[in-house]
């Protein structure tokens, strides 16, 4: 029997998520303990220990586990109790409840569940649960309601999506780069932020297939300069507010610097094609 892929893992997260729309209409931030209350987990324990997030089967359901390393004993929230004693969750927190909720899809609606025989494994497992997190965040049908009211996205988008739907930088990133009409774009978008070791590093990124062919993906954990390489000169990376252009082939490249946080910013880029007719650029 084949192991579930992405594309399995997509449907069932958007089943979720219709099954959760049924109850009471979905508009972001998501409410992660509705979905809860679908998946029959009964409990989510905040409680201080070293992985971020954990699952335990109970007779009749699920226990999530999320670590919160800022007290001393657990705290144990009922799924089904009241709205206002549910604890206000970190973006980091939210992540680590999705993607717990993601592996409770595996189990089927046995009591006590029983794990599909189909389900992936190890790292491939980690990664899908990780994919399924993001879209259940961010579903298709509001992000992409909220990309066409924006039109193109850039370094402010991303950040008010962010604050729109509880989530981080990256995991906006990662959803965006998933959509097909943002794909098709002529732009991208990197985030960059200091390592432990104090260099710059991509944490996340935006990159149409244009930019894909011309230059590959970029790669996280990778100096930007590498994959900008040929296009920015030193000076860029010590401007704060650095802007250029600069040629390729039958484009312009815009490129800029756009800050956030003393230890982040982004780089913008935007590929333009140039007239040939009229040897003016449009904008």
């Keep these: 029997m084949a192991a579930l892929n992405d594309h399995d893992f997509d449907s069932m997260a958007d089943y979720l998520l219709s099954l959760a729309k049924k109850v009471r209409r979905i508009e972001p931030p998501i409410d992660l303990f509705e979905l809860a209350k679908i998946q029959r987990v009964t409990v989510v324990d905040l409680r201080p220990m070293l992985p971020n997030g954990g699952l335990s089967i109970r007779q009749s359901g699920f226990v999530i586990y999320i670590q919160n390393l800022s007290i001393n004993e657990p705290i144990q929230v009922p799924v089904a109790g009241p709205v206002e004693d549910r604890p206000k969750l970190t ?24 794990l599909r025989p189909d389900a992936p494994k190890g790292s491939k497992l980690e990664a899908l649960c990780h994919r399924a997190a993001r879209r259940i965040l961010m579903p298709p049908t509001e992000l992409t309601a909220e990309v066409t009211k924006r039109g193109r996205i850039g370094a402010g988008d ?30 991208a978008l990197l985030y960059i932020r200091k390592s432990l070791s104090g260099s710059d590093e991509v944490a996340g990124f935006l990159c149409s297939r244009w930019f894909q062919h011309r230059r590959g993906r ?17 000076g ?46 449009p904008s």
């Design 158 to 187: 991303v950040l008010d999506l962010a604050r729109r739907f509880d989530v981080s930088t990256e995991v906006v990133l990662r959803r965006c780069d998933e959509l097909d009409e943002l794909r098709d774009s002529d732009r």
């Design 218 to 234: 970029p790669e996280l954990g990778t100096p930007p300069t590498k994959w900008t390489s040929g296009w920015v000169d030193e």
């Design 91 to 114: 973006t980091r927190q939210r992540f680590s409840m999705a993607h717990e909720l993601a592996h409770t899809l595996l189990f089927n609606a046995s009591d006590p569940p029983q």
């Design 236 to 281: 860029f990376w010590t401007e704060p507010r650095a802007k250029l252009t600069v040629n390729d082939s039958d484009s312009e490249i815009a490129i800029a610097r756009v800050p956030f946080t003393r230890q982040a910013y982004f780089v913008e880029l935007e590929r333009m094609l140039r007239d040939n007719s009229s040897g003016s650029t």
